[in-house]
Nanobody, 127 residues
Framework: QVQLVESGGGLVQAGDSLRLSCAASGGTSSRRCMGWFRQAPGKEREFVATISGSGSSTYYADSVKGRFSISRHMAENTVYLRIYSLKPEDTAVYYC????????????????????WGQGTQVTVSS
């Protein structure tokens, strides 16, 4: 069983930057495809970004390209999501997820292909 713990959320001003962290523990392999999703108030959860187990492949939702950056620190088993130029519409609960499948280069934007989820971290952007 893999445990995922997100951190780094909070109340920020529009235009600020933020780095979210997702610390993974447990399971038999640390080289998993990881993803970030978010759920805004009154909306369905949506895909944000994903990174392969090797860290060499990334993929972003069109709505966040250019402002979001996903990365991972292999030795610390941690995945990061850096958000630049925050907007009020970025306000959401951000979730980290891990997919227990695929090659080291595998990435996916589909929720049902992720096996483990964190509890989420709230990001609130004020205008």
């Amino acid at each position: 069983q893999v445990q995922l713990v997100e951190s780094g959320g909070g109340l920020v001003q529009a235009g600020d930057s933020l780095r979210l962290s997702c610390a993974a523990s447990g399971g038999t392999s640390s080289r998993r495809c990881m993803g970030w999703f978010r759920q805004a108030p009154g909306k369905e959860r949506e895909f944000v970004a994903t990174i392969s187990g090797s860290g060499s492949s990334t993929y972003y939702a069109d709505s966040v390209k250019g402002r979001f950056s996903i990365s991972r620190h292999m030795a610390e088993n941690t995945v990061y999501l850096r958000i630049y130029s925050l907007k009020p519409e970025d306000t959401a609960v951000y979730y980290c997820a891990a997919a227990n499948r695929g090659s080291p280069y595998y990435t996916t934007q589909y929720e049902n292909e992720y096996d483990f989820w964190g509890q989420g971290t709230q990001v609130t952007v004020s205008s």
